[in-house]
């Protein structure tokens, strides 16, 4: 890239990160340190505002960067993802919001512990909470490295390390300091850039075809060198039965997932009623609903105006063909244009995954202090001390994930997305919906539940294609490759739900009606909630 790309976007991301932590720095000096405030944000969001802040958390690197590369390489069986992680919404919005909100008051651990012995539940949920807010961290941490090594005309390793650290480092400012109400207002803020820039890059494809779609797709199918086959499925999911049940395992991971995701949860709890949090999450429909319909033209123009080959040539993965579309799009490497569209979205990009390792890193952070070190204390944590820890855990999570970042950094971002959304599909869905409408659920199952889908689905992940024994997987060298899906969902979901059905019709505890009767009302009215 020249250095006119890299001194406007690096101004422009610099000027994000100024006015991010400028609102950091004022919400730090306004707030009181109670744990409502850093964990919920004093539950003084509007749904609105909180509506936008779930699209903020939920538009990420994975799908800015990550579904279009995927919908650009491999056409049609990238669009499952679009559809996956819209469709989830349903679940979430009959199932999970109002209920969580009535329910819990800070994590999913508070939803299950209402009717359950504490410490083990605790104890498992935030484990399982904080392993899925660190793959999801992961996503995000492959995605800064994928895009400054564009930035910065280069894939030099130390370039790309340095840019993880200098994220993690960000994201723990924000969430130390900010806690809930600064990392909501950045999440905000940062869907407002995302979908203003979606949207240009969207007419921009449109008008270079005339408006018509049929030809977009046509000229995508021509470029990709495969012809109708990528716009049929079955290019990546249909060359064999292995390749056809990773695509129904991918499926499940993303419908499911979701509602096990702990900084989606989170944010219901920032609003200051169950209907708030029911019209919240209707707002962020409507917002992420356009958003993955922009993505799918997006997709097809990057493989329509770029070319799946020169994708391919930028970042193997395909993180960078939003990037490179930009660059077509405002008139080639050399333009004016060019240069300012591709240094917005680069800008753009930076602010997503920024926002969102926020969001997941508070959510990660929450469930150190408020489950696991208050569960572990043989006295209850003060809130005060809880914070503390909150903000010491933020450190070591972020550590974890750079490290992890650095790792994986060859691996396509919606695809590590993916593997969260397994792992968050198999421990936590399971529990939560025992939870909420099994009247017999007892506190094994619970343990059970958490345990049998989360160890299965971490289990079946090393010992598949992604770590060892295939050229593209983190350990090339090595072979000690067993499980022949790139995703566990389908076998671990499963797992995870019969773990905790078995759990429980093992266990000798008398399941308490009194604290069912008591969570039922409250999830179905609202009554004694936080």
Avoid at 272 to 278: D, F, H, L, N, Y
Avoid at 319 to 326: D, F, K, Y
Wanted: hydrophobic share 55%; glycine share 12%; with cysteine.
């Amino acid at each position: 890239m020249t250095g006119d790309h890299q001194t406007l976007a690096l101004f422009l991301f610099s000027a994000f990160v100024a006015v991010t932590l400028a609102i950091t720095t004022w919400v730090s000096r306004n707030r009181h340190g109670s744990a409502e405030e850093f964990y919920a944000g004093g539950r003084l969001f509007s749904p609105m505002e909180n509506g936008f802040a779930i699209a903020g958390d939920y538009m990420s690197a994975a799908s800015f960067l990550g579904v279009t590369g995927l919908i650009a390489l491999f056409g049609y069986d990238g669009l499952l993802y679009v559809v996956g992680f819209l469709v989830a919404w349903l679940l979430v919005l009959f199932l999970v919001a109002e209920l969580v909100r009535n329910c819990g008051r800070f994590t999913l651990a508070d939803v299950v512990a209402a009717r359950m012995r504490e410490r083990p539940v605790r104890i498992a949920a935030g484990t399982s909470s904080v392993t899925v807010s660190v793959l999801y961290l992961v996503a995000q941490m492959v995605g800064a490295g994928s895009l400054v090594a564009l930035l910065l005309g280069g894939t030099s390793a130390a370039a790309r390390a340095w840019t993880v650290i200098g994220v993690g480092a960000l994201m723990v400012i924000y969430v130390s300091l900010g806690g809930m109400r600064a990392t909501t207002w950045i999440q905000i803020v940062k869907a407002v850039l995302l979908l203003s820039g979606t949207v240009a890059l969207t007419v921009l494809v449109l008008l270079r075809f005339h408006g018509d779609l049929d030809r977009l797709l046509l000229t995508a199918a021509e470029r990709s060198g495969q012809g109708d086959a990528f716009l049929a499925p079955g290019l990546k999911y249909g060359g064999d039965w292995t390749a056809r049940f990773d695509f129904i395992s991918l499926g499940l991971a993303l419908v499911l997932g979701t509602a096990g995701l702990p900084h989606i949860l989170s944010r219901f709890y920032t609003v200051p009623t169950a209907r708030a949090a029911r019209r919240s999450v209707l707002w962020s429909i409507g917002l992420i609903g356009g958003f993955y319909l922009m993505t799918i033209i997006l997709g097809f123009g990057a493989a329509a105006i770029v070319g799946p080959e020169a994708v391919r040539g930028s970042n193997a993965a395909g993180n960078t063909a939003v990037p490179l579309l930009a660059l077509n799009l405002g008139g080639g490497a050399n333009s004016t244009g060019g240069t300012v569209l591709f240094a917005i979205v680069a800008a753009v990009a930076f602010a997503t995954i920024l926002a969102v390792v926020a969001g997941i890193t508070l959510a990660s952070s929450a469930s150190v202090a408020h489950d696991l070190y208050a569960s572990l204390r043989r006295r209850r944590a003060k809130p005060r001390s809880e914070v503390a820890v909150a903000r010491v855990a933020s450190v070591g999570i972020g550590v974890v994930a750079i490290a992890l970042g650095l790792l994986a950094r060859d691996l396509n971002v919606a695809f590590l997305v993916g593997l969260a959304f397994a792992v968050a599909a198999s421990a936590n869905l399971p529990v939560l919906l025992y939870s909420l409408f099994w009247r017999g659920f007892t506190t094994r199952g619970a343990v059970w539940a958490v345990y049998g889908g989360l160890v299965p689905a971490l289990a079946l992940v090393v010992l598949s294609p992604v770590v060892s024994g295939s050229p593209d997987s983190l350990f090339p060298a090595v072979d000690f490759q067993y499980f022949p899906l790139q995703n566990p969902g389908l076998v671990s979901i499963p797992l995870g739900f019969l773990a905790g059905w078995l759990g429980t019709v093992t266990s000798a505890e008398v399941p308490d009606e009194a604290k069912h009767a008591e969570t039922e009302v409250r999830a179905l009215t609202g009554a004694g909630a936080a």
